[in-house]
């Protein structure tokens, strides 16, 4: 069984920072791209930057120059480092992982259970 536990939402000012974390745990062969998405109210779930095993990164173009994703391989992690942030950040924001559990079975997705981000003065 796997897990992927985020923390790091919280309310915000326009303009502040906040950084997410999420990390990975239980049966983990290896991982492949880490990456968050977020849902605002009334919207589509959209991908927001993901992260592949070997280092190479997407950013939607809302979030390009003010949000920056890493992962720690060692620590199965992965971040978002957001900065600036506006009142249209607002959104559940979900962790992602595409995981090997063992060399036999074949990767699957794999989904946090969101965190809460509120951009509001």
């Known amino acids: 069984q796997v897990q992927l536990v985020e923390s790091g939402g919280d309310l915000v000012q326009p303009g502040g920072s906040l950084r997410l974390s999420c990390a990975a745990s239980g049966s983990i062969f290896s991982i492949n791209a880490m990456g968050w998405y977020r849902q605002a109210p009334g919207k589509q779930r959209e991908l927001v930057a993901r992260i592949s095993s070997g280092g190479s990164i997407y950013y939607v173009d809302s979030v390009k120059g003010r949000f920056t994703i890493s992962r720690d391989n060692a620590k199965n992690t992965v971040y978002l480092q957001m900065n600036s942030l506006k009142p249209e950040d607002t959104a559940v924001y979900y962790c992602?992982?595409?995981?090997?559990?063992?060399?036999?079975?074949?990767?699957?997705?794999?989904w946090g259970q969101g965190t809460q981000v509120t951009v509001s003065s």
């Open positions: 992602n992982a595409n995981i090997w559990s063992t060399i036999k079975t074949p990767p699957r997705d794999y």
